[in-house]
């Protein structure tokens, strides 16, 4: 058997090598990624977003009347829960309805604010989607032209060429896949986060309506 038609048994990471300054691009894109996905995880965590410390400050507030110091402290917090508060608090004065209906006004702002936070992270999965796209087009066209020069090209030489171009893609699909999936789980997360800051909130109001 002649030893040139023998199967050449590739690794992954000799593959990888001939992705030129693309491989690295994706590997690098992909911790990106990563961290954008955790710190995203840790914003929506029920430690940033409503606050323990937070919550009980305001109910003790208000169940004091101290209805200003209340509105202050809720401001001042910067947080999903205390921006909700102070959205029901500020139209103390016009009544239980209006009231409530600022605070969900205020939540839904809030969740959008945070929904494109979150959207960000599906956006550059479809950038690096179609960064993968665009290397493995490229690899293609350049394999495609070596092959051209080759006086008597083999069908090895046509599948070498595509398996390297391909490198390019798999990698942006393994990204993309993650940052779909993150997310989904994070806009899960978002949503019960938004149910739970409005019930919290509409209850403080009602407590400083009712002085309950």
Excluded at 63 to 74: C, F, I
Excluded at 161 to 168: D, M, S, T
Aim: hydrophobic residues 55%; glycine residues 10%; contains cysteine.
């Amino acid at each position: 058997m002649d030893p040139t038609l023998a199967p050449v048994h590739r690794s992954f990471g000799s593959l990888f090598a001939t992705t030129g300054f693309v491989g690295p691009g994706m590997v690098l894109a992909g911790l990106v990624a990563l961290v954008l996905a955790v710190k995203l995880w840790l914003d929506l965590g029920r430690a940033r977003v409503a606050p323990a410390a937070l919550q009980k400050a305001l109910e003790q507030a208000i169940a004091g009347r101290r209805l200003d110091d209340a509105l202050a402290a809720a401001e001042a917090s910067r947080t999903f829960l205390g921006a909700a508060v102070a959205g029901g608090l500020l139209l103390h004065r016009a009544g239980h309805d209006e009231m409530l209906a600022n605070v969900e006004r205020t939540a839904a702002r809030e969740s959008i604010r945070y929904g494109n936070r979150v959207a960000n992270l599906a956006r550059f999965g479809g950038g690096v989607l179609l960064a993968g796209a665009l290397g493995t087009t490229l690899s293609t066209m350049n394999a495609l032209l070596v092959i051209e020069a080759i006086a008597e090209p083999r069908m090895g030489d046509f599948a070498l060429g595509i398996g390297q171009a391909l490198v390019c893609v798999a990698l942006a699909l393994v990204i993309a896949l993650f940052c779909f999936l993150a997310y989904f789980l994070l806009d899960a997360r978002l949503t019960k986060r938004t149910l739970d800051v409005r019930e919290i909130a509409e209850d403080m109001v009602r407590d400083a309506v009712t002085g309950g």
